[in-house]
C-alpha cells in the first residue's frame, strides 16, 4: 500500500504517528520492536503503574516514562497508545484515552464483556479516534492466503468447519497463579485463544449465528506468586468445547466445531480444517511457541489427496524476528497508521473486537458450564 497520508489543518502529513505504550509485558517485548521497525510509527513513551518496572523498561529502550496514566494522556506530543495490559483494567485505560482524543491500539480481550466495548465504539465516533484490535492471525500470511482462496470461491459452500486448538502453556499446576486464573480479571482460554479463534472464523466464513458451549477448569486451584504464599482457587476456564452455526454473506448456514485448550499436555497447537462443496482446505501448525514459524497450508479437490501449497511470495512480512509474534503485530500496526494518516476507519476494529466477544459472553452463561444461545431460527 502507498504511505499513508491525511489532511491536518489543509495540510498532508506522511510523519510517523507518535505512539505510547501502556503495558511492559506484551507490550515491550513485541509492540515496542514492531512500533521501531515500523515506516509509519514511532514509539515515544512507556508506561507501567510500578516504577521500578518502568524505569528498567524506560533504561533499556531509552525512552520517557510515566507511572500516572492521566499524565501520559495530557503530553500532546502522544498522538496514540497501544494498550496492552492485562485486560482488568484495559476498558476504563481506553475509554480515559478515547476522551483525551488518543487514537488506540487494544490487546484483546479488549474489555470483560461485549458491552463495553460497544460503549468505546460509540465514544471513538465521537471523538473521531481510530481504534485498532490485535487481531492478528488476520496479518499472518498463510491465514491471509486462505482468507484469498476462500474469498476466489476455491472452496465452494463452506459445508463444516474444524478448529482445534490445544496447548499446553498452563499444563504444569505450579505455574504460579495471577489474573488468569479469574474470570473477572479477563483471565480464561476463551479470552487468550477464543476471541482470536471466533474473529478468525468470522472473518474467514461468516457471523456467528448459533453457540452452544461446554467450558470446564482442569486445574482448579494454583500455588500464590512467592515462598510460602500459600494456593489460591482458579475459577477460570482452561477447556473450552464449542458447537457453534456460521452464517455466509450467500445464506449458507456452516457448522464448526471449536476445541480449545491451555492444559493439554502435547497438544498439537493449531489447526484449522474448512470442508467445502468444492476443495478442502486446511492449515496447521504443531509449533506451540511461535504462530508464525511452522504453519503449512493444504488443499485438496474432490478425489484428490490433501497437497502442501507454496507459500505466496505477495504476502510475505518483509522482515521476521526471532519471536515470531512480532512481524504479524507489527503489520497490524501498519495498517492502524495508515487508517489513521488517512483518517478512516481500522480493520480490524472494534465492531470485530463485539462480534468476537459477544461469543465469549454467551459461552459463559448459563450455569454448570454450560450455555446456549440462538440468534435467530
Given at each position: 500500500m502507498?504511505?499513508?497520508?491525511?489532511?491536518?489543518?489543509?495540510?498532508?502529513?506522511?510523519?510517523?504517528?507518535?505512539?505510547?505504550v501502556a503495558g511492559l509485558g506484551f507490550g515491550e517485548t513485541v509492540h515496542l520492536?514492531?512500533?521501531?521497525?515500523?515506516?509509519?510509527?514511532?514509539?515515544?513513551?512507556?508506561?507501567?503503574?510500578?516504577?521500578?518496572?518502568?524505569?528498567?523498561?524506560?533504561?533499556?529502550?531509552?525512552?520517557?516514562?510515566?507511572?500516572?496514566?492521566?499524565?501520559?494522556?495530557g503530553d500532546p506530543q502522544i498522538e496514540a497508545v497501544v494498550i496492552a495490559t492485562p485486560p482488568g483494567p484495559r476498558f476504563d485505560m481506553a475509554r480515559r484515552a478515547l476522551l483525551a482524543g488518543k487514537h488506540l491500539l487494544l490487546e484483546k480481550p479488549v474489555a470483560l464483556e461485549a458491552a463495553q466495548i460497544e460503549e468505546l465504539q460509540r465514544l471513538a465516533l465521537r471523538q473521531r479516534c481510530c481504534v485498532a484490535v490485535d487481531f492478528e492471525y488476520r496479518a499472518v500470511p498463510l491465514f491471509q492466503q486462505m482468507a484469498a482462496l476462500i474469498a476466489e470461491g476455491v472452496l465452494g459452500d463452506p459445508w463444516l468447519v474444524k478448529l482445534?486448538?490445544?496447548?499446553?502453556?498452563?499444563?504444569?499446576?505450579?505455574?504460579?497463579?495471577?489474573?488468569?486464573?479469574?474470570?473477572?480479571?479477563?483471565?480464561g482460554v476463551?479470552?487468550?485463544?477464543?476471541?482470536?479463534?471466533?474473529?478468525?472464523?468470522?472473518?474467514?466464513?461468516?457471523?456467528?449465528?448459533?453457540?452452544?458451549?461446554?467450558?470446564?477448569?482442569?486445574?482448579?486451584?494454583r500455588p500464590l506468586p512467592g515462598p510460602g504464599e500459600g494456593r489460591a482457587a482458579v475459577d477460570a476456564e482452561d477447556i473450552a468445547l464449542l458447537q457453534m452455526v456460521l452464517g455466509t454473506a450467500s445464506g449458507v448456514r456452516t457448522?464448526?466445531?471449536?476445541?480449545?485448550?491451555?492444559?493439554t499436555r502435547q497438544g498439537r497447537g493449531y489447526w484449522i480444517e474448512l470442508y467445502g462443496s468444492e476443495a478442502t482446505l486446511v492449515l496447521g501448525s504443531s509449533n506451540q511457541s511461535d504462530y508464525v514459524h511452522g504453519f503449512?497450508?493444504?488443499?485438496?479437490?474432490?478425489?484428490?489427496?490433501?497437497?502442501?501449497?507454496?507459500?505466496?511470495?505477495?504476502?510475505?512480512?518483509?522482515?521476521?524476528?526471532?519471536?515470531?509474534?512480532?512481524?504479524?503485530?507489527?503489520?497490524?500496526?501498519?495498517?492502524?497508521?495508515?487508517?489513521?494518516?488517512?483518517?478512516?476507519?481500522?480493520?480490524?476494529?472494534?465492531?470485530?473486537?463485539?462480534?468476537?466477544?459477544?461469543?465469549?459472553?454467551?459461552?459463559?452463561?448459563g450455569t454448570s458450564g454450560e450455555a446456549s444461545l440462538a440468534l435467530d431460527p
Open positions: 502507498s504511505p499513508a497520508l491525511s489532511t491536518l489543518g489543509g495540510r498532508r502529513s506522511s510523519q510517523p504517528v507518535r505512539v505510547a520492536p514492531a512500533l521501531r521497525s515500523g515506516l509509519l510509527t514511532e514509539p515515544v513513551a512507556l508506561w507501567h503503574p510500578r516504577a521500578e518496572r518502568l524505569e528498567q523498561a524506560c533504561h533499556r529502550a531509552e525512552l520517557p516514562g510515566h507511572t500516572d496514566f492521566d499524565a501520559l494522556l482445534d486448538w490445544l496447548m499446553s502453556s498452563r499444563a504444569d499446576g505450579q505455574r504460579p497463579w495471577t489474573w488468569y486464573s479469574q474470570v473477572e480479571q479477563g483471565g476463551l479470552g487468550a485463544l477464543g476471541t482470536h479463534a471466533f474473529d478468525t472464523l468470522h472473518w474467514l466464513v461468516g457471523p456467528t449465528r448459533s453457540l452452544r458451549a461446554q467450558l470446564s477448569t482442569a486445574i482448579t486451584e457448522p464448526a466445531q471449536v476445541t480449545l485448550a491451555s492444559v503449512q497450508l493444504w488443499m485438496a479437490r474432490p478425489g484428490e489427496a490433501l497437497r502442501p501449497l507454496p507459500a505466496d511470495p505477495s504476502l510475505a512480512f518483509a522482515r521476521t524476528w526471532e519471536d515470531g509474534r512480532v512481524a504479524p503485530v507489527q503489520r497490524i500496526q501498519q495498517w492502524w497508521a495508515e487508517a489513521i494518516r488517512e483518517g478512516r476507519p481500522m480493520l480490524p476494529g472494534l465492531a470485530e473486537a463485539v462480534a468476537s466477544q459477544r461469543c465469549c459472553d454467551w459461552a459463559r452463561q
